[in-house]
Nanobody, 124 residues
Framework: QVQVVESGGGLVQAGGSLRLSCTAS????????MGWYRQAPGKQRELVAS???????NYADSVKGRFTISRDNAKNTVSLEMNSLKPEDTGVYYC??????????????????WGQGTQVTVSS
């Protein structure tokens, strides 16, 4: 199994910054895309940012220019630097790790692994 753990959430005022970190461990074979999602109360979980192994990043329009995603392939970590935070950024942030695995008889499948989430609260 692969374990995914997030850290770095907290309470900040509007305009402040936070840095979220995520570490994958366990049966690591070949991690592909890593990403951050968030979910606010009463809303559906949405993609915030994702990054490929070659560091090609993709951002939601609402966070472009404010958030930066990065990863360290050797350490199996991904981070999200959040600047100029707004109250609407409030929510539980989840890390997702996608890995390609070889199963019995050489069958190749891709699996998604999720962390438990870390709370980010931005006050006005």
């Amino acid at each position: 199994q692969v374990q995914v753990v997030e850290s770095g959430g907290g309470l900040v005022q509007a305009g402040g910054s936070l840095r979220l970190s995520c570490t994958a461990s366990g049966a690591i074979f070949s991690i592909n895309v890593m990403g951050w999602y968030r979910q606010a109360p009463g809303k559906q979980r949405e993609l915030v940012a994702s990054i490929t192994r070659d560091s090609n990043a993709n951002y939601a329009d609402s966070v472009k220019g404010r958030f930066t995603i990065s990863r360290d392939n050797a350490k199996n970590t991904v981070s999200l630097e959040m600047n100029s935070l707004k109250p609407e950024d409030t929510g539980v942030y989840y890390c997702k790790v996608t890995q390609t695995e070889v199963e019995r008889w050489g069958v190749i499948r891709t699996y998604d692994y999720w962390g438990q989430g870390t709370q980010v609260t931005v006050s006005s």
